[in-house]
Structure formats: structure tokens, C-alpha cells
């Protein structure tokens, strides 16, 4: 069944385009939530600006990337977290802690944006990735440090 898409979905496609899918999908899931729309003449001319809009949207948000991903290819990030004499963490250092970092020093990257495949627990310098969309990454150094304890500071 063709149905005409009334919002972006990453599986089917964008705004105002015209898929193939099944008919128990339409007719269950697009159709009763307000996702898709019977593709008729009067609901093309409907959609045509909000289309155009959208596009717009998605090629500035495309550009945006493109200059993020050059500017944090190749920075540094520097995280500190505890670890024992052997350098191995008391906890894990993930990509929410990397991207707060590179938040921190001025690059829009996202959490979701960092591409671990676990998360890093020891003390060190790794190369992790970033994945902005599917053909669109960087890479950058994570420098995890140890804690240095305060000496000062008095026992209970």
C-alpha cells in the first residue's frame, strides 16, 4: 500500500515522501497515529510547503554537522576519573562523560553522537570515534586521568 509520510521516521523516510509498505502497517499503525496519509492530489498540494520547509531544516542541520565534525576531528578530550595505583577505574569513564567534555570546550556533539563499543576503564589515551550520521564521523583522543586525591583534607 502507498501512503504518503505527514512526519520525518528515520526507517521509512522524510515529510511528503510517497512509500511502499504493507497494508497492516498502514492501516494499524501510520494511518490511525496521524503518520501517514492516503496519498490523494489535495494531500500532496497540503504537504507541498511543510515539504520544502523540511528540507530546508534537514540541509542546514546537514551543514551543521559538516562543520562540527571538521572543527572536533582530531581534539582532545581530557577526563578525569578514580583509579587505583594499577590505572584501572573505579567505575567507567562513557560517552556521556566525552561529550560533556567536548560540550565544555565548545563543540556541539551529542551524546548519542559518540560511538563506543564499550565503555573505557582504564587510565589512558584512546582513540574514539564520533558518528554524526551514517557517512559523517570524526575521531577523537580521550585522555582518561586519575583523580588526585586532596592530602589536606582531615580524617574522620
Sequence with gaps: MKV??????????WLGDIVEVSTGYARNYLLPRGLA??????????L?????KRAEQRKNERQ????????????EAVVAAKANEQGILFGSVGAREIAANL??????????????????????????GLKFDKD???????????EQEDENEPDD
Excluded at 64 to 75: F, I, L, N, P, Q
Design 64 to 75: 551543521r554537522m559538516e562543520e562540527t565534525a571538521s572543527m572536533v576531528d582530531g581534539a
Design 37 to 46: 496519509i492516503v496519498p490523494t492530489e489535495a494531500n500532496l498540494r497540503s
Design 48 to 52: 507541498e510547503k511543510e515539504k520544502a
Design 103 to 128: 560540550r565544555e570546550q565548545g563543540f556541539e556533539v551529542a551524546d548519542d553522537a559518540v560511538a563506543l563499543a564499550e565503555n573505557i576503564k582504564q587510565v589512558g589515551t584512546h582513540s574514539v
Design 4 to 13: 504518503l509520510l505527514c512526519q520525518d521516521m528515520k526507517a521509512l523516510g
Design 136 to 146: 559523517l564521523t570524526a575521531t577523537v583522543n580521550v585522555v582518561v586521568v586519575a
